[in-house]
């Protein structure tokens, strides 16, 4: 019973580590983008210039969202004085 209560506590902070990272992909999306169209209308960027900084922001969203693969539930700290005070107050 514990086990799928732990794949449930691991599904829930996935899934909201999950929607903190869309957020952060998103802004850093639509922020090149509007940096890179003002730049453009400006005159102080160019096309092929522009469009290297696109595609290295898309690495950096692709990579920002490959931080995903290694999320691990944090576990609590144990201290293990106070786990053994408990034990010899049960005793």
């Given at each position: 019973m514990s086990s799928?209560?732990?794949e449930l506590v691991h599904a829930f902070g996935?899934?909201?580590k999950t929607v903190l990272n869309t957020k952060e992909n998103i802004v850093i999306a639509v922020?090149?983008?509007a940096f890179l169209?003002?730049?453009l209308i400006a005159g102080y960027?160019?096309?092929a210039s522009g469009m290297l900084v696109h595609?290295?922001?898309i690495l950096v969203v692709i990579f920002n969202a490959m931080r995903l693969i290694h999320y691990q539930i944090k576990s609590p700290k144990i201290d293990l004085?106070?786990?053994a005070n408990q034990?010899?107050?049960l005793s």
């Open positions: 799928s209560f732990n996935l899934a909201k922020g090149t983008v169209l003002i730049g960027i160019y096309m595609e290295a922001s004085d106070q786990v034990q010899v107050k």
